[in-house]
């Protein structure tokens, strides 16, 4: 949601590889550069927008308030042309051409900030900023100027949703987004039938690609990371040629419902390796395939992630805690009960406490004054020391390699 989800996808652009894991830590140390803001404790070069605006947005979605600091981190991130970078350590010097400008960082930061609300002069500078770099396709690529790609092009499309634009009338040279999402679409004959592909190979021929396909649904339908699964279907249907968005986004439900129908999950594998379980890229079909209506396989699949995800969403922090969490939220599965584990916990215990702890914190510490009042938060501190200690972090559907 990647969405961004798009972890494979970034690789495949060379900009950002998979999504860079976070830290096995609740948040940064002291001695470390990274800021105490930030959620997720690995190096942010290439995904602390990304995974901060996951975390925020996946918050938002189950009703806990972020904590201030965190939001404004987030807000400060932006140039002011109006984009995002990946990441920039210090907000206070001046984007110039050397900066990075990241179009999956802006679109997600516009999707997070336009949930939590109160953004509006940033969000509207970071669309009219996104507006400016439409390729002439009508399609977005990672950078601005690259060549539009599946993965961008329905990231854009889910922040132009957000905040009421109808994406349909975004165009540049007469092209829409679906029309460069409806480039990128196979056809129903042959070896991937009905997927989406991230970018035409060299010779202009389309590959499928199922983390480009999980996104390209969701661009289609004019979705964005945060979706409310239907129940009009139980199985997706017969992939058709017919030219139309929600068409392409039929076609490409029902290759992902097929991808995921013998295992319950995509696979992925690097070269010289053997095939191994996609955790990111499968929470990417369940969102998809949600919000398309064909929640059978969704349900089905969700199900495997509650019992063999939890070992990947540890290791690769809190984009990884927000994928599962929207999964949960499109097929009304609960996450502070996912295979027995609370997502909400372990995403917050990533970064700085939601707003209502740190409350709870500022009250605490002005009963100093109290001759218990010491020993009494010292007592509490301890205890919670216990529950923390199995804390994680990390990024994007993008370690979804």
């Known amino acids: 949601m990647n969405v961004r989800r798009c972890a494979a996808v970034l690789a495949a652009v060379a900009v950002l590889g998979a999504a860079t894991p976070a830290a ?54 932006q140039c002011a ?6 990441y920039r350590a210090d907000p206070t010097t001046a984007c110039d051409a050397k900066t990075a400008l990241d179009t999956n960082a802006t ?27 439409q390729n002439k396709d009508g399609g977005w690529g990672y950078a601005p100027g690259g060549a539009s790609d599946t993965n961008s092009t329905s990231v854009v499309i889910g922040a132009l949703t957000a905040v009421g634009e109808k994406p349909e009338q975004v165009e540049k040279g007469g092209k829409s987004p679906y029309d460069a999402l409806l ?43 945060v979706v409310k699964g239907s129940r009009q279907k139980e199985a997706g249907e017969a992939c058709q040629d017919e030219k139309t968005p929600e068409q392409a986004a039929a076609n490409g439900a029902a290759y992902l419902t097929k991808a995921l129908a013998e295992d319950g999950h995509l696979t992925s594998a ?26 059978g396989q969704a349900e089905k699949s969700l199900r495997w992630l509650e019992k063999n995800s939890a ?16 999964a949960a939220h499109a097929t009304g599965t609960n996450p502070r009960d996912f295979g027995g584990a609370d997502l909400v916990q372990q995403l917050n215990a990533t970064g700085p406490a939601p707003q209502t702890a740190e409350k709870a914190q500022a009250a605490d510490e002005k009963s100093d004054s109290d001759p218990f009042g010491v020993w009494w938060y010292v007592g509490v501190c301890l205890v919670a020391g216990v529950g923390i200690g199995f804390l994680f972090s990390g990024r994007r559907n993008r370690q979804q390699l």
């Open 24 to 77: 096995a830590a609740p948040s940064p140390s002291p001695s470390q550069a990274f800021p105490s803001a930030l959620y997720g404790g690995k190096d942010p070069k290439f995904d602390g927008v990304w995974r901060q605006s996951l975390a925020l947005l996946a918050q938002d979605t189950v009703g806990v308030k972020p904590a201030a600091k965190s939001v404004e981190w987030l807000a400060r991130q």
């Open 81 to 86: 042309d109006g984009g995002f970078a990946s």
């Open 107 to 133: 679109a997600a930061a516009v999707q997070a900030l336009t949930a939590l609300g109160g953004h509006d002069a940033v969000t509207g500078k970071a669309v009219a900023w996104l507006k400016s770099v």
């Open 183 to 225: 480039k990128l679409a196979l056809g129903c004959d042959g070896d991937g039938a009905g997927a989406f592909a991230f970018q035409p190979d060299e010779k202009g021929k389309l590959a499928a690609n199922a983390d480009a396909t999980a996104a390209g649904v969701l661009g289609a339908l004019g979705k964005g990371m």
């Open 270 to 295: 690097l070269p010289g390796s053997d095939p191994q379980p996609d955790y990111g890229n499968t929470a990417d079909a369940v969102l998809a395939l949600a919000a398309q209506g064909d929640t």
């Open 311 to 326: 070992t990947w969403a540890a290791q690769n922090g809190p984009a990884a805690y927000a994928q599962l969490i929207f």
